[in-house]
């Protein structure tokens, strides 16, 4: 029997080997331990109080806006920037310099000297300066094709339709959030000992959130100065269907292969719910039928997943065959020991991964009695300090028991090396080249992992094993970071990626969809193997609907059951 974190599993964790391969990475869902969901239950817990505190907007919707929200002993403001920019303007891009908002969320309430020195940086977004009151930094687009159609409706006086709400699902997409540190806004130090903040990323998803409410404002706004009396206000229904866009790329790549300390608490975390919740020995006649209910749900959030992604398409057709599968089988569990268990093996056993990933956060999402506390083990601070003193047999020993991924990869074959990760000079984003056909190698990121390794444990089979790697490293300097990481490996076993990242017909794309989904995200929609655009907060309750929620958790939206009246007398 396990123990973790002081709970007993009669399950065992799923292996690192199996959970880190990029296949099943690249068909992660949100669950209960996702950072949006952490965020939005603490809220809604603390009471959290919201207020709109400026709204200084023209009748295109250009100006200044504040938000705030008040916690147990902090507040937090957005201020907002709104402008009006030609559609040739109005890029997913990071390397962007004019977007319709730009944002920055102040620790505390702004003055106005804080508002008038922030109007002259923010929308210069990387070019301005900002100080530690400022803790994140951020931009977004509307999505005209929506925005406009719900400004058109609901200045005539009715309400959008729903197709296009379903076909785009948000007003605004975020193209850009900065914190912990950049440029100038507060280091992650500054806020790692606050409650509110100390889980990863609540900085940035505070600012999204508090920017999807402020969307629904400008476009309530917008309606109302166009068509004045006629108008109406966006149904609320219709307003939480809605999230936030976001274009997501390379950039996070370099990310999940710099800080495998964390990546390993957000992956044990999960796991370690899973464990808890197929260690269940009984399921009882209500929690079955409330599972059935959950898949029900499950099944038209997928049956609603549109995409033009021919590969993701044909993966989300089969998911909706597979959870018709699950829920003709599931029905069986009914009285049996285990339920919860065997229905993630029948799962594993029978169905595709992207159905397996699914049934996961299906099954974390009734337990929270079990699930919720892990959420307070996903941060990491700093990382443990290279070993000098650790000798080479043991570091050769912790290769050979540890990385037989990459002792398995043929690194002979050209194919194994096709790839090679760089910055690009002119737009300054992470961009991923052909060594065969392309120049620059020289200038690549350090995210060939594998072939590192690789090269370590060769020189290291030359090497005296009792020789201390102090004295390995004062002539081999280079691999100072590779021996950091193999080090780590035995305490961190799911901080490393398992696949070649430099190898041919590896997806970036998988990458990109784990770490959102450990972010909350939804509905991924691939633009090709390099970039997904993704809805953030979909289905959520707004703010001023946090303290009276009594509705389920907000997980799987579908679009409202029943359509009200267009027309709203």
Known sequence: MNCQYGIHTSVPLRAPDQVMQLERMGSSFQTRLSFMRQLVRRMRRENWQFKRLRFDLDAKGCGVAVYACHGPDRSYSLVAFMHDISPEQRTDRVIADAWDATFSLYDGVPDDADIKRLRSQTPYQEAGRFTASELTLARANKS??????????????????LSNLNRVGYLMRTT???????????????????????????????????????????????????????????DARYARYLGIGNATGLGMVPFLTKYPTLINNWVLARETALARVRSVPMADQIQIGDFLMLLDRARHFVEEWDVDDETQKARIMQLRLDLDQLKKSCSKGNGQPYAW??????????LSVEAQEFVVSLLLEQHGEIVDELADRMSAREPPRLDPAMSLGSLLDIIEANYDWVISTDFSDPASLKRFWYYSEEKLEPRVGDRQTEHGSEFEMPIGIARDVNRLRNDLHRCDRSLKVADFLLTAPEYRPVVWRVQLAPHYPYGEIRDNLLGEGRRPLDILRFKLAFFGVAKFDPKSDLWTRVNMYQGAPQPYELASWTGPEWVFPSLPANRIDETIQ
């Open 144 to 161: 005209m094709r929506l925005f406009e159609h719900v400004v058109e409706r609901l200045a005539s006086g009715k309400q959008p339709d």
């Open 176 to 234: 850009a959030v900065y914190g912990s540190g950049k440029f100038g806004c507060a280091d992650r130090e500054k806020l790692a000992d606050r409650p509110e903040m100390q889980g990863p990323f609540q900085a940035e998803l505070l600012t999204v959130y508090l920017v999807r409410w402020l969307s629904m404002d400008l476009v309530n706004h917008v309606a109302r100065e166009r068509g004045k009396a006629r108008s109406v206000l966006l």
């Open 341 to 350: 268990d065997m229905i993630y093996r029948y799962t594993e056993e029978t």
